[in-house]
């Protein structure tokens, strides 16, 4: 019998630590309470901690904006392993394509997905629809690749609010954002916002401030949603942290469709760093 992806990968994150390849190895380790959670290996001896299971839902890719920075003055910053799925890995992708993160200081660990638990112990809806399996982007990669067909993207989730008419759409996304309470979870598990000052959190009024009234968190969400247009992942995170249960991967989704029908963009998926923005022309000239 084979090594379980749990065995090989504490062995390789015993390897990095030991060699000084990494300072530290983002993970999941058991909870405490139920499933899995994040945790930080900065010792070989501690790496039994690690495993890997379908309890694994978090995006760990948004943890490297924190290890950006030198630990101390003169310090370099960080060496880094992290563990990621393929909608993770497309987002470490991202933020590798807008030069968020510096290429020589991550070791991605990729593993194979079958997918992960949704809060109801069944297949999350995310991983339903997806067919990837193997990350786009990895320096090792853990696990044999399942055999999947490829299908046609499944938009079907979408179909609810679509087939509703103006008036009646515009008053269920009215009716879903007067639920915010701009607690701004979804903007924090985002690997794709990282902006040091949110616009959305100012409080000078030039954007939008910071007041709870509906116009403001319907603008909040609008603008967010925009923002990653062309970057989303669809790794469902800002969704699934929601604790207002706001249904905000289809608003992601109804973007991620247009930008693919409009430009052949899917965030991350190619190996070539192309962020939609940002591409530019055979002479030079923006797209």
């Known amino acids: 019998m084979g090594r379980s992806l749990t065995q090989q990968l504490r062995e390789q994150a015993r390897q990095l630590l030991e060699s000084?390849?990494?300072?530290?190895?983002?993970?999941?380790?058991?909870?405490?309470?139920?499933?899995?959670?994040?945790?930080?290996?900065?010792?070989?001896?501690?790496?039994?901690?690690?495993?890997?299971n379908q309890?694994?839902?978090?995006?760990?890719?948004?943890?490297?904006?924190?290890?950006?920075?030198p630990p101390k003055r003169?310090?370099?910053?960080?060496?880094?392993?992290?563990?990621?799925?393929?909608?993770d890995s497309r987002a470490l992708n991202v933020?590798?394509?807008?030069?968020?993160?510096?290429?020589?200081?991550?070791f991605a660990i990729g593993v194979t997905c079958e997918g992960v638990r949704g809060k109801d112990g069944e297949l999350a809806a995310r991983c339903s629809r997806c067919t990837e399996r193997v990350p786009p982007v990895y320096d090792v990669l853990l696990g044999e690749p399942p055999q999947v067909e490829p299908e046609a993207d499944d938009w079907s989730d979408l179909a609810r609010v679509e087939e509703m008419e103006p008036a009646e759409r515009r008053a269920f996304w009215l009716h879903e954002f007067d639920r915010c309470i701009r607690?701004?979870?979804?903007?924090?598990?985002?690997?794709?916002?990282?902006?040091?000052?949110?616009?959305?959190?100012?409080?000078?009024?030039l954007w939008v401030n910071i007041g709870i009234d509906l116009p403001e968190k319907a603008i909040f969400h609008l603008g967010r949603a925009l923002h990653?247009?062309?970057?989303?992942?669809?790794?469902?995170?800002?969704?699934?942290?929601c604790p207002m249960g706001l249904p905000l991967s289809l608003l992601n989704r109804l973007?991620?469709?247009e930008v693919e029908a409009l430009y052949n963009h899917r965030a991350g998926r190619e190996e070539t760093l192309?962020?939609?923005?940002?591409?530019?022309?055979e002479e030079g000239s923006p797209l």
Not at 74 to 87: L, M
Not at 183 to 205: K, L
């Open 228 to 241: 990653l247009a062309g970057r989303c992942v669809e790794c469902n995170e800002c969704e699934r942290v």
């Open 20 to 52: 000084g390849q990494v300072d530290c190895v983002i993970g999941y380790e058991a909870s405490p309470r139920v499933g899995a959670r994040p945790v930080f290996i900065y010792k070989p001896e501690e790496v039994n901690r690690l495993v890997w």
């Open 183 to 205: 607690c701004y979870a979804c903007r924090q598990v985002c690997p794709g916002c990282y902006c040091t000052t949110c616009m959305f959190e100012r409080d000078d009024g």
């Open 74 to 87: 003169g310090a370099e910053p960080p060496r880094v392993a992290v563990v990621v799925k393929p909608c």
């Open 274 to 281: 192309t962020p939609l923005l940002f591409e530019l022309g």
């Open 95 to 106: 933020l590798l394509a807008e030069r968020q993160i510096e290429r020589e200081r991550i």
């Open 255 to 257: 973007l991620v469709r």
């Open 55 to 69: 309890d694994c839902v978090y995006n760990l890719v948004n943890y490297l904006h924190d290890k950006k920075k």
